[in-house]
Nanobody, 128 residues
Framework: QVQLVESGGGSVQAGGSLRLSCVPS????????MGWFRQAPGKEREGVAT???????AYADSAKGRFTISKDDAKNTLYLQMNRLKPEDTGMYYC??????????????????????WGQGTQVTVSS
């Protein structure tokens, strides 16, 4: 059974940083495309960053230069380092994984539609 457990969300002021973590279990971690998606109240879910099994990454324009997605294979953990946070980054952040999605950029563009496995989400709130 595939499970994804996120942590690291919280409340910060604009300009601050947070690091989200996602620990997967129940599948071969390195062979899946993984990503971070977020949903703000009243808005559609959007892709933030993805990383595929080759280590290629893709970022939303809003995340470029501020966020970094990475994997620590030794710790079997996916991260999202978020710097220079803005109020518009507020939302529920979800970790997702899929064995069929092979390209990070494609996966980002699906807004998560093609991802089969999801965590429970972690809330990020950025105040101005």
């Amino acid at each position: 059974q595939v499970q994804l457990v996120e942590s690291g969300g919280g409340s910060v002021q604009a300009g601050g940083s947070l690091r989200l973590s996602c620990v997967p279990s129940g599948y071969t971690y390195s062979t899946y495309c993984m990503g971070w998606f977020r949903q703000a109240p009243g808005k559609e879910r959007e892709g933030v960053a993805t990383i595929d099994s080759d280590g290629d990454t893709a970022y939303a324009d809003s995340a470029k230069g501020r966020f970094t997605i990475s994997k620590d294979d030794a710790k079997n953990t996916l991260y999202l380092q978020m710097n220079r946070l803005k109020p518009e980054d507020t939302g529920m952040y979800y970790c997702a994984a899929d064995p069929v999605v092979t390209n990070a950029r494609y996966g980002l563009g699906t807004r998560g539609r093609d991802f089969d496995y999801w965590g429970q989400g972690t809330q990020v709130t950025v105040s101005s």
